[in-house]
């Protein structure tokens, strides 16, 4: 049947493509992908030769209208370099216009990073929210964060090797030291998955940052956090997120940090710090 059809591939051994993966790229006319280059290894480890068109969200808006256009008589495959499609990666403009045009759109749900390291990771995985990567620059990593520090759920961050240890200590200042896992190099040769409190794993990388690809998991805040947060914890936490943030940020971290009222503790923080 025509229409778009989003097709997972592996994110590192090349056996965990599907066997409908396998048929529905040699089915193709043609394939959208992230990286021409990168796909062609995969369909060349898979004997096939399929034409492939360069895709990105922000392609023009001609090639996408294009793709769309092709998928009312033939089959227009969408792949990322690895994984699964827009997450974290080119697409979702792609599937929002192909909808909008009234194309049969479908999946071929396969390999996905987060999803494998919540697997390896131990941590609760009842409730998570995936939050791809955090932004470079460190007021801007504190900032979202703080959106997440009140969430009752563990978080999943994709990750680079030298920017490690620094996020990870920016996770345990925002967050509190939470349990969390590093899960690299999922389905490769030294895929590993190491676990511990948040500055525990920012001392371990500190020196050594790793090689590879990353995901970072990390738990939800314990129940220690919201129940055992007596005053003297809480403005001891203020004092220490006084240090390095406006009193009005950190009132706003701290607060959302032990579940309690953002303007009570940013009274809190303005009597400590008239004390000084
Ligand atoms: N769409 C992909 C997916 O479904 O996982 C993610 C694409 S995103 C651009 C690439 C990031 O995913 C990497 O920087 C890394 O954080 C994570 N990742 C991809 N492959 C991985 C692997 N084999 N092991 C650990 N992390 C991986």
Do not use: W
């Not at 529905?24 to 021409?36: F, G, H, Y």
């Amino acid at each position: 049947m025509p229409g778009l059809y989003i097709v997972a591939t592996p994110i590192g051994n090349l056996g965990d493509i599907s066997a409908r993966a396998s048929t529905t790229l040699a089915s193709a006319a043609v394939i959208a992908a992230e990286d021409t280059r990168v796909t062609a290894k995969l369909l060349s480890h898979l004997g096939l030769r399929v034409p492939m068109t360069p895709y990105h969200d922000h392609s023009d808006e001609r090639a996408r209208a294009a793709l769309v256009a092709r998928m009312e008589q033939e089959i227009v495959v969408l792949v990322s370099d690895a994984g699964t499609p827009l997450v974290s990666d080119p697409g979702y403009k792609l599937v929002r216009d192909a909808r909008a045009a009234g194309r049969h759109v479908t999946t071929l749900p396969g390999p996905c990073a987060a999803i494998a390291a919540i697997t390896l990771s131990g941590l609760p995985s009842d409730r998570f929210l995936f939050a791809g990567f955090l932004p470079n620059k460190a007021k801007a990593r504190a900032d979202t964060l703080t959106e997440f520090a009140g969430l009752r759920a563990t978080l999943i961050f994709y990750e680079s090797g030298p920017r490690l240890s620094a996020s990870l200590a920016a996770m345990a200042d925002v967050l509190g030291d939470r349990d969390a896992a590093v899960a690299r190099e999922i389905s490769k040769m030294f895929e590993e998955c190491v676990t511990g409190s948040l500055t525990q794993l920012s001392a371990r990388y500190a020196d050594a940052p790793p090689k590879g690809e990353i995901v970072v998991i990390v738990g939800p805040p314990g129940e220690i956090m919201a129940e055992e947060a007596d005053d003297d914890t809480l403005d001891a936490a203020l004092r220490a997120a006084m240090n390095d943030k406006p009193v009005a940020q950190a009132a706003k971290a701290v607060a959302r940090r032990f579940g309690r009222d953002r303007h009570d503790v940013y009274a809190r923080a303005l009597t400590l710090k008239d004390q000084g």
